[in-house]
């Protein structure tokens, strides 16, 4: 009987030691492990929010929610959440609490974005609630959107294809026919010129070493000719500037050729 009775205590302590350690497990795992100060936030949609959503700080988790009541007004409906964090954690003034999804898979959770204000909230003060994007729902927009993408392309797909087997599309194909023609008459042409280079390569660069001789013979004489030419220029200028002066001087000199010519010729 005596050992019976060991056997039960032992069994007993062996529970209460697994409750206890579940009980504190459990209370880790939902944050209200020790006491919480309590701040609320609203929000136009709480979609995946219930009370026992844990509350992190920037990916930490430090809370819960604890409690969500709907605030109508004017036909606008709210939602305010009351969430409690741990006792003493320090939130900046300018802290805003999102509703957001880590994944696809993931929990949605209310994650407090830190501030940068120096003043801190007292606890029962109101976050700034922002809904963040809601990743199925995105999902599922973008999956309309690229249905009517697929549809234009199908259309597009269609009129390119009766494009290309239309009237136009016969006249795309002479004109790309015709290029081609023009394109192997280009590459022959070019074909023959690399040819005519070849078997006349010793008289071009026969040309090309006389044009040189000839350029360096008119640079040695550039000087004189320079001089010469200006020389004529001078001349042309002063007898226009004569001939302007006194016009009969062509007369005259004309008159004189002539006699002289005469006495010449008698």
Known sequence: MKQDNINYVVVGSFVVVV?????????????RAG?????????N???GLDLGTAVTYEGYQVGQVEDINVLQKDGVTRYRVEFGIQEGWKVPADSTAYIQTAGLLA??????????SKIYHQPGAELIGVVGEDMLATMATAAADSGELLVSLQKSAKGLEQLLTGPTGKKMGSVINQFD???????KLLENTN????H????LDQAITDLRVTMGVMAKHIDGIA????EASRNLHELTRQVRAKPSLLIHGGSQNKGASVENVE
């Open 19 to 31: 409750l206890a350690t579940f009980l504190v497990l459990l209370g880790v795992l939902t944050g």
């Open 35 to 43: 006491s919480t100060d309590s701040y609320y936030a609203i929000f």
């Open 45 to 47: 949609n709480v979609t």
């Open 107 to 116: 929990a949605v959770t209310i994650d407090i974005k830190e501030g940068k």
């Open 181 to 187: 023609i023009a394109l192997v008459k280009a590459n």
């Open 195 to 198: 040819d005519f280079i070849q």
């Open 200 to 203: 006349n390569r010793g008289d």
């Open 227 to 230: 001089f010469n030419l200006e």
